[in-house]
């Protein structure tokens, strides 16, 4: 006999919905969030560090009903997203994807919607404990599957079933994973978050009138160095924007030519700190007649503290979970995160709900087919055009920016990339084929970094 049914670690959004999901299907649940202060949020609370933009077909992706989001959680509803390259620049104004929701896409609150989750699962009567880690965790197989959860506090808790939701830092779910794989397939190198992450950056600022945008998020592609490394305006409320960007860990600045990215300065010693490039970003665009510091301001009360964040964001491809050890592995933590867009809070809250209510129901051995299922088609696109994008230098971006622009402008079938757009574009077959070419190596599941055979369980 366990203490609980269902024990949860990391309590955002993965971890929320697997909460409300196995609590609403009359499960014992609980979960264990190590607690993020955070200027936003009074109480303490998942890290909730995000640019926070959703696209339309998402909210199908995540199996979340626009209606039921609370108001304060939508800061903007979007009409288009811009993608600017060195040279030229694209907007892009649908995602070719069938989708209730009738915007291109909003943004939001993510410690209001973390919160909100949070609310959800509380009031379907899981237990979240704010303010405790999980230190470690025993899982004994030996009579079905039973985990003693080793807590901060010097608690332990013994649970049926264990969802991982940790995030992409992954430290309790490489731990428990990896004594289930033999050593060249262990997680802690197939998802190790020095290589498997991006890390991110981001600052609130509050833009002049004539410049805030309320209707569109920006990307910055070709401008700064990496693979998907790229800065990003997403607007909030009160003419206040996220202004934040992604790159990998690690970077080395001498493998790059400084004169072909234009947030590199040829006397950089080093990859410039986000905040450097943040700077840049804005001198370039504005700087001209604009004074940033004064003009640009950072605002109190938003983000981690002083109005910035830091925190990584896994860029990867997904892993099955051992469910025969009665463990899902959900969101961030399992790699779900887009490693082209970095979106994942759609993939991480479907993940989430699936895990709870399957383990809820004593089905989980269900789940690595059910999460195929589900995200899969999304989890390809995004790694075939990861893969396309990958050794993208600047003028391969304005490239295919440009080719998109042309697809755009040819298309007349609400898609974007089809054959039909690809064919109107000079240069657009040849990365229409591409991403299918990309596409086809992950077909059939293949883009799960780990199979459920692969765990010796
Ligand atoms: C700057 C930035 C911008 C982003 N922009 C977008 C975007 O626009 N749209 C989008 O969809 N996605 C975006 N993402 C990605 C999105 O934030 C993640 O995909 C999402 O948060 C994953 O949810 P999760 O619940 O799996 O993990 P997380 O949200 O990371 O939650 C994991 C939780 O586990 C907790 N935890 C970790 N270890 C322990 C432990 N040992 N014990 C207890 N608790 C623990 C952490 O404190 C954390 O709260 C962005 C990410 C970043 C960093």
Redesign the pocket.
């Known amino acids: 006999m366990t203490d609980v049914d269902v024990a949860i670690?990391?309590?955002?959004?993965?971890?929320s919905a697997a909460a409300y999901a196995a609590a609403d299907r009359g499960a014992d649940a609980v979960v264990?969030?190590?607690g993020?202060p955070r200027a936003d949020r009074e109480r303490l609370g998942?890290?909730s560090?995000?640019?926070?933009?959703?696209l339309d077909y998402w909210l199908e992706i995540a199996d979340i009903d626009f209606a039921d989001i609370p108001e304060d959680v939508v800061e903007q509803e979007l009409v288009d997203a811009e993608f600017i390259g060195p040279d030229e620049e694209v907007v892009v104004d649908r995602t070719g994807i069938d989708a209730d929701y009738d915007h291109f896409g909003f943004t939001f609150h993510r410690a209001k919607f973390d919160d909100w989750l949070r609310d959800r699962a509380d009031a379907a009567g899981a237990d979240y404990v704010a303010g405790t880690?999980?230190k470690d965790v025993d899982s004994d197989l030996s009579n079905g599957h039973e985990h003693t959860l080793h807590l901060g506090d010097g608690e332990t808790v013994t649970a049926e079933y264990l969802v991982l939701?940790?995030?992409?830092?992954r430290?309790?779910t490489m731990r428990v994973l990896d004594d289930f794989l033999p050593a060249e397939k262990a997680v802690s190198n197939l998802l190790n978050p020095r290589s498997a992450n991006h890390i991110?950056y981001?600052e609130y600022r509050r833009f002049p009138d004539e410049l805030f945008d309320a209707d569109s998020m920006k990307f910055w592609w070709g401008w700064m160095p990496g693979e998907t490394a790229y800065p990003w305006v997403f607007p909030n409320r009160n003419n206040v924007a996220r202004v934040?960007l992604?790159m990998p860990i690690g970077l080395d600045v001498d493998d790059y030519d400084a004169s072909e990215w234009r947030l590199l300065r040829e006397d950089d010693d080093r990859i410039p700190a986000g905040t450097e490039y943040i700077r840049r970003l804005l001198e370039e665009l504005y700087g001209d007649e604009y004074d940033v510091e004064t003009d640009f301001p950072l605002v109190d009360g938003h983000g981690k503290s002083k109005s910035t964040e830091t925190?990584?964001?896994?860029s990867t491809r997904p892993i099955e979970s051992p469910t025969d050890a009665g463990i899902a592995v959900?969101?961030?933590?399992m790699g779900t995160?887009s490693a082209f867009h970095?979106?994942?809070?759609?993939v991480?809250h479907r993940t989430g709900k699936l895990a709870g209510g399957l383990a809820a129901e004593g089905r989980l051995e269900n789940y690595n087919d059910a999460w195929h299922d589900a995200i899969g088609d999304e989890i390809k696109r995004n790694v075939a055009m990861a893969d396309v994008v990958g050794d993208y230098g600047p003028a391969d971006w304005d490239k295919t920016i440009r080719v998109t622009r042309q697809m755009l402008e040819a298309s007349d079938n609400g898609k974007i990339i089809s054959k039909s757009n690809a064919r109107s574009a000079a240069g657009g077959l040849k990365l229409y084929s591409q991403y299918r070419r990309a596409k086809f190596r992950y077909r059939k599941g293949k883009y799960a970094q780990l199979r459920e055979s692969d765990y010796t369980v």
């Open positions: 670690v990391g309590g955002g959004p993965a971890g264990y969030e190590k993020v998942p890290d560090t995000d640019a926070a933009g959703f880690a999980v939701a940790d995030g992409p830092q430290q309790v991110a981001q934040g992604t925190y990584a964001i896994s959900v969101g961030g933590a995160t970095e979106g994942g809070d759609h991480a």
